[in-house]
Nanobody, 125 residues
């Protein structure tokens, strides 16, 4: 069983930056694929970024490429999402997710087993 704890959300002005964190319990964190998703009110959960397990690669939604960066610190069992140049339409609850091993459908929320509680990101002036 893995528990994920999201943190780092808040209020930021358009064009600003935030860094989200997701701390995981349990062993073998480096073997887990980790993803970030977001969900705005009345909308479906949307893929943002993922980092596959076992020293894999990072993947991004087209809408965030060049502005968001996913990274992980396996020694701290933590994955991060650095978000720059934020836009008002990116206001949402952001969730981290995990699944053991390498997954192919990293952009499908149904591929993940464990979820954090979510953290609110509000982009507004």
């Amino acid at each position: 069983q893995v528990q994920l704890v999201n943190s780092g959300g808040g209020l930021v002005q358009p064009g600003g930056s935030l860094r989200l964190s997701c701390a995981a319990s349990g062993r073998a964190f480096s073997s887990y694929s980790m993803g970030w998703f977001r969900q705005a009110p009345g909308k479906e959960r949307e893929f943002v970024a993922a980092h596959t397990g076992g020293g894999g690669s990072a993947y991004y939604a087209d809408s965030v490429k060049g502005r968001f960066t996913i990274s992980r610190d396996n020694a701290k069992n933590t994955v991060y999402l650095q978000m720059n140049s934020l836009k008002s339409e990116e206001t949402a609850v952001y969730y981290c997710a995990a699944r053991f091993g390498v997954i192919n459908n990293y952009n499908d929320f149904r591929s993940y087993t464990y979820w954090g509680q979510g953290t609110q990101v509000t982009v507004s002036s």
